[in-house]
């Protein structure tokens, strides 16, 4: 018996909205690293355009004054308005240098004139990680006149420090914007994702402890979305298994009366048996031609308690295997469905004309009764739909080397839409009114149990052809 395992939810620290909380502030970090590389490469390129710009303005005051000189009070004051120890000016025709003393041996060179991207971030990184207070020359175009070039030398040590100042504001910017957009979206799929799946999970181990409330187990949504179709699939399942549940309830009442009745039964069989071995003693041609049949048949009775108890009971049928020509069998399945024909009301008033068109040289391995089960069912179910002809042959149309493929057809008015729908299914694919539909069970099980398979080729008004699959004997 199923008995389902009791489980709960995960705490808050192991459930899935705290990991889609916690991947949201990674993906987003690394984000913000990424944009982080081109920014700061932006922000030294902004910082040594700026300063150039500033230095182009401070040397203007040099070319303004009287035979281009200045006090030292003036200079120093241009010159740390700009964090300069120098500043240079090429004209076409002349230089133009402002410097107080002259300035350290320089040591880094950056050319602004052929700045690219790809080298702006390495040139970036590579003032970050320098330590020191290096002298650095910048080289640029006057913002005044393209033609003339500005040459500013600078203390990276104050772009060193500008440029962590902005990493922090960058990174504290990079956290407030990673929480901000965490939360949203941990919102988010709270309400979209993670409080659907959870009440899908609640309500599957709901109907998992109790599948037969209908109380229990996910319900219905109109949601049109992928979780809302999930959850339409998983009620479409729970009552499929909640009808299934009942009808196996059903079947283990029947197996149960069944197992309670087939010793009685057994017994009211043996006394028939009997019965008929004396009625075979009696010196009458016409009592001995029907005492053998009526013995095979309250033989097959007793068996079939015993089978049927098996199937409910879900067992597979109990194979004996033997040789023997198919042909034989097939006669005496033909000649046992006239004798039931006549014994009782037919929908035919005669009995349906029976072809066997096996011929005499098929020889199968198989269980003889179980196989007798196979035609009989089938040939029975023809009679009793309206059936006037009945045909069991070989397959004429498909060659297997590993089967013997066997074709029995009818003509009668074929199987309803729903019987087609519910094959092979127990109280499902009748195909008559008050049927049971477990006759095709029996027949599936039975040659599947031989290492074969039936299969429905055809059924509509001009009758039904079932094909049987029984591996060839060695």
């Known amino acids: 018996m199923f008995r389902p395992q009791k489980f709960s939810l995960p705490p808050l620290r192991h459930s899935l909205s705290a990991r889609l909380l916690l991947l949201t502030i990674v993906f987003v970090m690394l984000a913000e690293i990424l944009i982080y590389a081109p920014s700061v490469a932006n922000f030294r390129i902004t910082w040594l355009t700026d300063r150039l710009a500033s230095a182009d303005l401070a040397i203007l005051a040099l070319e303004a004054a009287p035979d281009e000189t200045l006090s030292v009070d003036l200079k120093s004051e241009l010159l740390s308005r700009v964090d300069a120890f120098a500043i240079v000016l090429t004209r076409p025709d002349r230089r133009l240098l402002l410097y107080t003393q002259p300035p350290p041996p320089v040591e880094i060179t950056v050319d602004l004139r052929e700045s690219s991207l790809i080298g702006g971030i390495g040139d970036a990184f590579a003032a970050l990680t320098r330590r020191g207070d290096g002298v650095m020359r ?11 070039i500005v040459e500013v030398v600078l203390n990276e040590a104050q772009l060193r420090a500008e440029m962590f100042a902005y990493s922090r504001n960058i990174l504290l910017l990079s956290i407030i914007i990673s929480l901000f957009t965490a939360t949203l979206l941990y919102l988010a799929l709270q309400w979209l994702m993670v409080r659907p799946m959870r009440r899908i999970t609640e309500g599957i181990t709901e109907f998992s402890r109790d599948p037969q409330n209908a109380a229990t187990g996910v319900k219905p949504t109109s949601r049109d979305d992928e979780i809302g179709v999930a959850q339409s699939v998983l009620v479409e399942m729970q009552n499929d298994l909640r009808a299934s549940l009942k009808q196996q309830e059903r079947l ?8 309670k009745i087939n010793h009685d039964l057994r017994g009211i069989l043996s006394t028939a048996v009997l019965m008929s071995d004396r009625l075979s003693a009696l010196d009458s041609p016409e009592v001995k031609r029907i005492s053998g049949p009526l013995i095979q048949s309250i ?8 089978q049927t108890l098996n199937f409910v009971r879900d067992e ?4 004996h295997r033997g040789r023997f020509r198919l042909t034989e069998l097939i006669d005496e399945v033909a000649a046992d469905l006239s004798v039931l024909d006549e014994g009782q009301a037919a929908v035919n008033s005669v009995a ?23 035609f009989a069912n089938l040939t029975r179910n023809a009679s009793q739909v309206g059936a006037h002809a009945i045909s ?69 008004d001009t009758g039904t052809v079932f094909r049987l699959r029984l591996p060839r004997a060695d």
């Open 299 to 306: 033989d097959r009775a007793i068996n079939l308690c015993t």
């Open 252 to 259: 283990a009442a029947l197996g149960s009366a069944v197992s």
């Open 316 to 319: 597979g049928p109990e194979l």
């Open 352 to 374: 349906p004309a029976f072809a066997n068109q096996i011929p005499s040289e098929v020889v199968v391995e198989a269980d003889r009764d179980q196989l007798y089960r196979v």
């Open 138 to 148: 910048v080289i640029g175009r006057s913002q005044q006149n393209p033609t003339m």
């Open 392 to 460: 069991i042959k070989l397959a004429a149309d498909a060659q297997d080397e590993k089967f013997l493929l066997v074709d029995v057809s009818d003509d009668g008015p074929g199987m309803v839409k729903t019987a087609r729908e519910g094959l092979f299914k127990a109280f499902a694919g009748s195909a008559r009114k008050g049927g049971t539909g477990l006759g095709l069970v029996i027949v599936r099980d039975v040659m599947r149990a031989h290492g074969g398979e039936i299969e429905l080729l055809s059924s509509d």
